[in-house]
Nanobody, 116 residues
Framework: QVQLVESGGGLVQPGGSLRLSCAASVSIFTFITMGWYRQAPGKQRELVATITSGGRTNYADSIKGRFTISRDNAKITVYLQMNSLKPEDTAVYYC??????????WGQGTQVTVSS
């Protein structure tokens, strides 16, 4: 059973930084892609960033230049470094992973609040 556990959310002032982590319960090579999505109150869940097994990254336009997705294969963990945070980045952030068998898994979510 694949489990994804997120951590690192919290309250931060505008302009601040946070790093989210997503630890998987199985080898990271089980996944063809891993990524982060977010859902703000009253809005649909949206893509933030993804990274493939080959290391190719993809970012939403709204966070380009501010967020960086990376992975540590040895720790079976994917990170999302978030800099220059804005109030509109406030959301629940979810880790996602798609396996080589095209099975889709989600973490439980971690709250990020950007407010002064």
């Amino acid at each position: 059973q694949v489990q994804l556990v997120e951590s690192g959310g919290g309250l931060v002032q505008p302009g601040g930084s946070l790093r989210l982590s997503c630890a998987a319960s199985v080898s990271i090579f089980t996944f063809i892609t891993m990524g982060w999505y977010r859902q703000a109150p009253g809005k649909q869940r949206e893509l933030v960033a993804t990274i493939t097994s080959g290391g190719r990254t993809n970012y939403a336009d709204s966070i380009k230049g501010r967020f960086t997705i990376s992975r540590d294969n040895a720790k079976i963990t994917v990170y999302l470094q978030m800099n220059s945070l804005k109030p509109e980045d406030t959301a629940v952030y979810y880790c996602n992973a798609v396996t080589t068998r095209l099975m889709d898994y989600w973490g439980q979510g971690t709250q990020v609040t950007v407010s002064s």
